[in-house]
């Protein structure tokens, strides 16, 4: 049997899932595709490499398809695969990081399509409120080097030093198949996309696992290439959206109220910011956006809600 199952979740993956799965020739491992109703060519490229797929009918999200892949194969350890990841070399060295058994998640080097490493994207740390409130402030954007966006993106660390992270991007991310029962696998409740897998290195964190980055087993990564192609509107209603799931799930009350207001100033500058190029649109996405937080913030405070948001 295998040792490694290798899950690849796609949607509207046309342009990218050829590349992906031919670098997974030759691997000695399980490897099934779970399609998210993609409406081009993805489930013809994968059938045409006889590649296992899951054909689902309706977007059931990422993690559904991550928890769908799991549960399709058998292999003690799951590599998780982005479409657009091109996979180079290394499997062994990910796999020998779970011959510790305090690992509960490990990630490898990311480059970009000009070789260079994608640092700040391949290892993190989890997000404390004040990364979060940072990040949609645009703070770490413009002030990139301030020390709570230097923890949370490990800018720290060297890309080809071995090094304990929190979280390993979600684009390269194996775990041990026992990992992932025990902290309830992948939460479907973020849909459909975006901070299922920071819940999930979270959750595993919690359980007592670490996690590790290691820069021998390495991947070229294109990134974002379905959620590039959504709408403004959507794109900005999933992302904050899953922000306010995350922290409204790990953060304290009073932390979770910052983070609120933070996405609704934060909204507000954005809409200024883009004006010149979405015009009056830019007032609706980014208002829907204020309302979302604010309605959330609602229901934690009166409703009690702790875990989730509309």
């Given at each position: 049997m295998s040792r490694?199952?290798?899950?690849?979740?796609?949607?509207?993956?046309?342009?990218h899932i050829g590349e992906c799965l031919d670098a997974l020739k030759g691997l000695d491992s399980e490897i099934v595709v779970v399609d998210n109703a993609s409406e081009d060519?993805?489930?013809?490229?994968?059938?045409?490499?006889?590649?296992?797929?899951?054909?689902?009918?309706?977007?059931?999200?990422?993690?559904?398809?991550?928890?769908q892949g799991v549960m399709a194969t058998s292999a003690p350890l799951v590599l998780l695969l982005n479409p657009d990841v091109v996979f180079d070399?290394?499997?062994?060295?990910?796999?020998?990081?779970?011959?510790?058994?305090?690992t509960g998640v490990a990630g490898g080097l990311l480059t970009d399509v000009a070789g260079n490493p994608q640092t700040g994207f391949?290892?993190?740390?989890?997000?404390?409120?004040?990364?979060?409130?940072?990040?949609?402030?645009?703070?770490?954007?413009?002030?990139?080097?301030?020390?709570?966006?230097?923890?949370?993106?490990?800018?720290?660390?060297?890309?080809?030093?071995p090094a304990l992270v929190e979280q390993p991007a979600?684009?390269?991310?194996?775990?041990?198949?026992?990992?992932?029962?025990?902290?309830?696998?992948?939460?479907?409740?973020?849909?459909p996309?975006?901070?299922?897998?920071?819940?999930?290195?979270?959750?595993?964190?919690?359980?007592?696992?670490?996690?590790?980055?290691?820069?021998?087993?390495?991947?070229k990564h294109d990134g974002a290439h379905s959620v590039?192609?959504?709408?403004?509107?959507?794109?900005e209603r999933y992302w904050y959206g899953s922000l306010l799931k995350y922290a409204a799930k790990h953060y304290r009350p009073i932390a979770f109220g910052l983070v609120c207001g933070a996405v609704?100033?934060?909204?507000?500058?954005?809409?200024?910011?883009v004006f010149p190029r979405y015009g009056f649109n830019a007032v609706v996405v980014y208002g829907a956006v204020c309302r979302l937080a604010l309605v959330a913030l609602y229901r934690r405070l009166v409703w009690g809600v702790s875990e989730i948001v509309p």
């Open positions: 490694v199952a290798i899950v690849v979740v796609t949607y509207n993956s046309s342009r060519g993805t489930r013809d490229e994968v059938v045409r490499r006889g590649i296992r797929l899951i054909a689902n009918t309706v977007n059931l999200g990422f993690a559904a398809g991550v928890n070399h290394g499997l062994e060295a990910l796999e020998a990081e779970f011959n510790d058994p305090q391949m290892a993190r740390n989890l997000p404390a409120p004040t990364a979060l409130i940072f990040e949609v402030l645009g703070i770490n954007a413009v002030f990139s080097a301030n020390p709570v966006n230097w923890h949370y993106r490990c800018l720290g660390i060297s890309p080809v030093t979600g684009a390269f991310l194996m775990f041990p198949r026992s990992v992932w029962g025990r902290v309830g696998g992948f939460d479907e409740r973020f849909f996309v975006w901070f299922e897998d920071v819940d999930f290195c979270a959750r595993i964190k919690q359980a007592g696992f670490l996690g590790r980055y290691n820069p021998a087993a390495v991947a590039g192609t959504l709408r403004l509107k959507i794109r609704a100033l934060g909204a507000v500058l954005r809409a200024v910011r």
